[in-house]
């Protein structure tokens, strides 16, 4: 069984910073694409970031020069800096994952349950 957990989300005020985590664990045989999404209240799930297994990065346009992922493959996690928050940025935040489960031969697409980024005054 393969899982991702997320952590890290929370009330900020504008202008602040948070860190988000995503952990994979389970019978993890390799894990390629690892990427962040958000849902706001209303609005479709949309593409934040991405990182390869090699370390090349994606960015919406919205967060470019404020958000940064990031990964560490020896303990299977990808992080999510963001800084400069606005009221735009609130959102429910899910990890994704490309992950090929031991003993299985291809790769498939896991989701976390999300964490609420909740950015106010």
């Known amino acids: 069984q393969v899982q991702l957990v997320e952590s890290g989300g929370g009330l900020v005020q504008p202008g602040g910073s948070l860190r988000l985590s995503c952990a994979a664990s389970g019978m993890i045989g390799s894990i390629n694409e690892m990427a962040w999404y958000r849902q706001a209240p209303g609005k479709e799930r949309e593409l934040v970031a991405r990182?390869?297994?090699?370390?090349?990065?994606n960015y919406a346009d919205s967060v470019k020069g404020r958000f940064t992922i990031s990964r560490d493959n020896g303990k299977n996690t990808v992080y999510l800096q963001m800084n400069r928050l606005n009221h735009e940025d609130t959102a429910v935040y899910y990890c994704?994952?490309?992950?090929?489960?031991?003993?299985?031969?291809?790769?498939?697409?896991?989701w976390g349950h999300g964490t609420q980024v909740t950015v106010s005054s």
């Open positions: 990182v390869t297994s090699g370390g090349s990065t």
């Open positions: 994704n994952a490309e992950i090929r489960p031991r003993f299985v031969s291809a790769y498939r697409s896991y």
